[in-house]
């Protein structure tokens, strides 16, 4: 004779619905309108906790919520960023970025080995490239750049950010920083605090020095007649690093003030304070 077992009626365990736990929800940043553009630089700071990543690359948070981005010349139409609450989901957040209009500069005249350089030249161009690269790599932590950005120099705006120049007929890389027309011997000055990352003769920019104001952020002082910095030294902003020039690839003394996150070159003028520059052209 089999005898069937009789199934027992074990009482339903009750489960947490976990999907409907509370959690912490991420709040759109409130993004300031002048940076979200092509050439725009970000800069602000998030509540302890929160994660930021724009297009996939986790940004660095300072100490109190600092962080910074920014965008190339010919960055598209949309952005996306990633906000993170402390424990959270991310949520993205959607970035319209402006485009803008460009000016087309010629310049005529230049030697010839300077709009192409000889063979025998290429050697310490790739040289020099390789090492800036490397340099735009740094990502250090404090967020000196927090503090904003002052005038390097005062002077006639004669480059501005964005344009192309034709060189010798030769349509060229475009413009990717300020030039500022001051006379060979002018006082520069840091637009922020940092620490010197280069200080040298560079076949393009000539006497170069550059700073890191952290977290990627950098700005550029070119064709400098006088390096008075060294690499590994700290600055104050305001503090002179050297004198204008007119070295490297160049038709007249003038600084080129060049700001950088990373590899993105972006639009120095619009960090800087309204009215030390004099116009453009």
């Known amino acids: 004779m089999i005898?069937?077992?009789?199934?027992?009626?074990?009482?339903?365990?009750?489960?947490?619905?976990?999907a409907a736990l509370p959690r912490p929800a991420a709040a759109a940043l409130d993004l300031p309108?002048?940076?979200?553009?092509?050439?725009?630089?970000?800069?602000?700071?998030?509540?302890?906790g929160i994660a930021l990543a724009l297009e996939g690359r986790a940004l660095r948070i300072g100490p109190r919520g600092?962080?910074?981005?920014?965008?190339?010349?010919?960055?598209?139409?949309?952005?996306?960023?990633?906000?993170?609450?402390?424990?959270?989901?991310?949520?993205?957040?959607r970035l319209a970025i402006a485009r803008r209009q460009w000016n087309i500069q010629r310049l005529e005249g230049l030697p010839g080995a300077m709009v192409t350089p000889p063979p025998e030249t290429m050697e310490r161009i790739v040289?020099?490239?390789?090492?800036?690269?490397?340099?735009?790599?740094?990502?250090?932590?404090?967020?000196?750049?927090?503090?904003?950005?002052?005038?390097?120099?005062?002077?006639?705006?004669?480059?501005?950010y964005g344009s192309q120049r034709i060189l010798n007929g030769e349509p060229r890389a475009p413009?990717?920083?300020?030039?500022?027309?001051v006379p060979t011997g002018t006082m520069l000055h840091a637009a922020a605090a940092g620490e010197v990352l280069l200080a040298e003769d560079l076949y393009f920019t000539g006497l170069t020095t550059i700073l890191d104001h952290g977290h990627g952020v950098q700005t550029l002082y070119a064709h400098m007649s006088q390096l008075d910095l060294?690499?590994?030294?700290?600055?104050?902003?305001?503090?002179?690093?050297?004198?204008?020039?007119?070295?490297?690839?160049?038709?007249g003394p003038h600084l080129h003030f060049g700001l950088s996150w990373f590899?993105?070159?972006?639009?120095?003028?619009?960090?800087l304070p309204p009215g030390a520059g004099k116009g453009a052209g």
């Open 127 to 160: 040289r020099e490239r390789e090492k800036l690269a490397a340099l735009r790599r740094t990502d250090s932590a404090t967020p000196h750049f927090a503090a904003g950005f002052r005038w390097p120099a005062t002077g006639r705006i004669s480059g501005v």
């Open 66 to 93: 600092e962080y910074a981005f920014g965008f190339g010349r010919d960055h598209g139409p949309q952005a996306m960023l990633s906000v993170t609450p402390p424990g959270g989901r991310p949520s993205r957040q």
């Open 175 to 181: 413009h990717l920083g300020l030039d500022i027309a």
């Open 263 to 271: 590899a993105t070159w972006l639009d120095p003028q619009r960090v």
């Open 3 to 18: 005898r069937r077992r009789t199934a027992l009626a074990l009482p339903a365990l009750v489960l947490p619905a976990l």
């Open 230 to 251: 060294a690499p590994g030294q700290r600055v104050a902003a305001g503090e002179p690093i050297g004198r204008s020039g007119a070295t490297g690839r160049v038709t």
């Open 33 to 48: 309108r002048a940076g979200l553009a092509q050439g725009g630089f970000v800069a602000g700071r998030v509540p302890p």
